[in-house]
């Protein structure tokens, strides 16, 4: 096995510019997936990023190599995670999570456990969501936040999940339930640093929202997933059954799910609401 680290300092006599330079990252890169390829060696490219987040250097640099993994982090947290972007010989956004230790990385087996927040008591605003990393269901916990706004403009802000999204759910909240928050500041966070891009989180941060804005917790022991279309109907989301089996793992005793995604026979302790439509929602909690 080889590392290098980092790329950006790689360079080869038979170009004439400096290490760094967008021909020198590219031919060095070649020759190096050309060793690896005819010599069998696992090479690991190590490559510095921007301030925004992106790899630094040509941007056919992810596509000379056969895997792309981000290695993230938040600052002062121990954890950091592992995220397959690309990969030619299996699935991509799959997540490893590993806790930085005194005597180095150390895989977390069980990774819903560190970003659930058990609460001494419920409190208004937060919900527990089942969302997928990959091939993984792992559970998060997201917090919402809903406070007068003082201003013209009220706030949407989004930690961890796509800020038009919101603006969009708070849309259909209002259209097919008649709960507008036209003069309310909202903000919405998933604990842990975790990014969210999939619609299955749609049902939990109407949940959260709602929670907050009326000043009631929700029950206890609630998970919920499933996606929010702009007629108030609930879409099912894939692998509903891996979800709602892992929320059992975990203990939770009240799943809103989808209907379409509802079992045939729940898990033990398990009990199920399948909705259809967000104002059946409404009424179940």
């Known amino acids: 096995m080889m590392v290098v680290d980092s790329i950006q300092t790689m360079y080869t006599e038979l170009l004439q510019s400096a290490p760094g330079s967008v021909s020198q990252v590219r031919e060095s890169t070649a020759q190096l997936v050309q060793f690896a390829k005819r010599s069998g060696t696992v090479v690991f490219l ?5 301030k925004e987040g992106s790899l630094a250097g ?19 947290s ?6 397959a972007i690309k990969n030619r010989f299996g ?3 799959e997540l490893g999570v590993f806790a930085m230790t005194e005597k180095g990385l150390k895989e977390v087996s069980n990774p819903s456990a560190i970003f659930l927040s058990r609460h001494s008591q419920s409190v208004p605003g937060s919900v527990i969501l089942v969302t997928r990393e990959g091939t993984r269901p792992l559970l998060v916990e997201a917090q919402a936040l809903v406070d007068e706004s003082p ?3 009220p706030r949407r802000v989004t930690l961890g999940l796509e800020q038009n999204r919101l603006s969009m759910l708070l849309a259909v909240l209002h259209r097919h339930c008649g709960i507008g928050m036209f003069d309310q500041d909202v903000y919405v966070n998933v604990v842990g640093g975790v990014r969210i891009t999939e619609t299955a989180a749609d049902l939990a ?4 929202v709602l929670s907050s804005f009326r000043d009631r917790p929700l029950p206890e022991g609630l998970v919920a997933f499933g996606e929010v279309g702009l007629t108030g109907e609930i879409r099912p989301v894939p692998n509903g059954q891996d979800r709602l089996r892992e929320a059992a793992k975990h203990g ?8 379409a995604n ?19 929602v409404l009424d179940a909690i």
């Open 262 to 280: 509802a079992p045939k026979r729940a898990p033990e302790g398990v009990r199920v609401v399948a909705v259809e439509r967000l104002a059946e």
């Open 91 to 93: 699935a991509v956004n």
């Open 205 to 208: 941060v109407l949940l959260a």
């Open 151 to 153: 201003l013209a403009n």
């Open 78 to 83: 121990q954890f950091r995670l592992i995220r």
């Open 252 to 259: 939770f005793k009240l799943a809103i799910l989808p209907k």
């Open 58 to 76: 040509p941007r056919v640099l992810e596509h000379m190599v056969d895997t792309v993994l981000y290695f993230e982090g938040e600052v002062g």
């Open 46 to 50: 190590v490559g510095h990023v921007t």
